[in-house]
C-alpha cells in the first residue's frame, strides 16, 4: 500500500491536518508543519508503485460548498452555468459507457470548485486534479508533498491540459472504465450502472477509492440533490451506432476490424475473409486508436494513449481514431505469443475468446466495450 500517496490524499481533503492547498492558488495555514521552498525538481509520475492513476485534489474537500466560491458569484445563476457547460457532454458519455451522468457531473462540481480552480480554467479544462499528459500537453503547477527525509515541501508537478471540458470528462470516463490491476477485474467497476441499482451506489464505491475522504460519497448525494442531477441519467433516446464490420486474412492469421463500408469491400477484393459483424460501435465515447505496424503489416487497436504513444515511438505508424468505446458489451482482447502478425485478437463472444485461450492465446481482459 502506498501510505504516502494516502497521506498526501487525506492532506489535501482536510481529514488529517490543518494545511490546505490549491494547486496554482496555493494557501498554507500559519498552523501548518513548516515547509521547504524545495522547487527544483518536476514531478511526472502519472500512476503510484501499486499502478493506480495519482488524483491531486485541486479544491480541498473542506473547503468545497455546495454554493459556489463568493469571488466568482454574479447575477447569473453561477452553479446552474457551470452545470450547464458540462451535462450535455457527461449525459452522452455516461450513457455510451454504462455510468452516471449525475455522479460524473457532482465530481466535476466537488474536484474543481463549480469551475474556479485554476487548474480547470481555460486554457486547462482540468476537471478532475489527473496528473500527467494528455496528447502531449501538460501544464505544470507547484503542489505541496511530504516525505519523512524533507518533511513539508513544495514540488512542481506535470497535469493534464485538455482542450475543452468534453476531453477532461472523456478522460475520466476512460479513467472509470478501464483501470485495472489485473485481467478481468475493474477498479471502478462497482460505480458502473450495470452493477449498482442507483447512482448512491456509485458514490458509495467510489469513496475510499477515488477520494480517500469518509464523506465524498454524501458530498456527492447532497450535489445530485440539491441540483436534481439524476435528471440527466435519463436516455431520453436510442443510442446511435455503427456497425463494426470483421474480416480474416488466411495467409497471415490477422483479423481487421473497420466501420468503413468502402475499405470493407476492398479488402475483401484483396482476399480477406469477411465474417460479418463484429459488435456495434456508438458514435461517441472514449477513442479506440488503430496503428499499422509496417513491418509485420498487421494492425493493432487500443483505447489506451500510452500505449499508442509507445507503439508509435518504436515504429508503429499511427491511423486514426477507428470507432469509439461504449456500452455494456464487453469486447475481449487476446494476444498470441507464437503469432508473428495479427498476435492480437479481439471478439465479443464469450465462447470463442475462452476456445483461442485452451488453444495457447493470453487473455489480456476487456479491450473496449460495445452496444
Excluded: C
Excluded at 123 to 131: A, C, Q, Y
Excluded at 330 to 347: E, I
Amino acid at each position: 500500500m502506498d501510505y504516502k500517496k494516502i497521506f498526501y490524499l487525506i492532506i489535501l481533503l482536510g481529514s488529517f491536518g490543518p494545511a490546505t492547498v490549491v494547486h496554482g492558488e496555493e494557501t498554507v495555514n500559519t498552523s501548518s508543519p513548516e515547509v521547504s521552498d524545495k522547487i527544483e525538481s518536476i514531478d511526472e509520475t502519472e500512476y503510484d508503485s501499486l499502478g493506480n492513476l495519482q488524483f491531486y485534489h485541486p479544491i480541498p474537500f473542506e473547503e468545497f460548498t455546495l454554493e459556489p466560491p463568493a469571488f466568482s458569484r454574479s447575477a447569473q445563476n453561477t452553479q446552474q452555468a457551470f452545470i450547464n457547460q458540462v451535462a450535455p457532454i457527461a449525459k452522452v458519455l455516461a450513457s455510451n459507457n454504462n455510468l452516471y451522468a449525475s455522479v460524473m457531473i457532482a465530481q466535476a462540481i466537488v474536484e474543481s470548485g463549480w469551475g474556479s480552480s485554476t487548474l480547470s480554467k481555460a486554457p486547462n479544462h482540468n476537471l478532475f486534479g489527473i496528473k500527467g499528459e494528455y496528447n502531449g500537453q501538460s501544464v505544470t503547477m507547484k503542489t505541496q508533498e511530504w516525505s519523512e527525509k524533507d518533511g513539508w515541501y513544495y514540488i512542481n508537478a506535470k497535469f493534464r491540459k485538455y482542450p475543452s471540458y468534453k476531453e477532461s470528462l472523456q478522460d475520466n470516463v476512460t479513467i472509470l472504465k478501464q483501470t485495472s490491476f489485473s485481467a478481468g477485474n475493474y477498479y471502478y467497476s462497482g460505480a458502473w450502472k450495470s452493477n449498482t441499482k442507483s447512482y448512491k451506489d456509485a458514490t458509495a464505491w467510489l469513496t475510499g477509492r477515488y477520494a480517500t475522504a469518509p464523506n465524498y460519497g454524501s458530498t456527492l448525494n447532497s450535489v445530485i440533490a440539491t441540483y436534481n442531477l439524476t435528471q440527466y441519467d435519463t436516455n431520453s433516446s436510442a443510442v446511435q451506432t455503427n456497425a463494426m464490420y470483421r474480416l480474416y486474412n488466411p495467409n497471415s492469421g490477422e483479423h481487421f476490424y473497420t466501420a468503413n463500408a468502402a475499405e470493407r469491400d476492398n479488402i475483401r477484393k484483396a482476399g480477406w475473409r469477411y465474417e460479418g459483424i463484429g459488435w456495434q460501435a456508438p458514435r461517441s465515447g472514449s477513442p479506440v486508436y488503430r496503428l499499422y505496424n509496417p513491418n509485420a503489416g498487421d494492425h493493432h487497436y487500443t483505447p489506451h494513449l500510452a500505449e499508442k504513444n509507445h507503439l508509435v515511438k518504436v515504429g508503429w505508424r499511427y491511423e486514426g481514431i477507428s470507432w469509439y468505446s461504449g456500452g455494456s458489451k464487453a469486447l475481449y482482447r487476446l494476444y498470441n505469443p507464437n503469432a508473428k502478425a495479427g498476435v492480437h485478437h479481439y471478439t465479443l463472444l464469450q465462447n470463442e475468446r475462452d476456445n483461442l485461450i485452451k488453444h495457447g492465446w493470453r487473455n489480456e481482459g476487456i479491450g473496449w466495450y460495445g452496444q
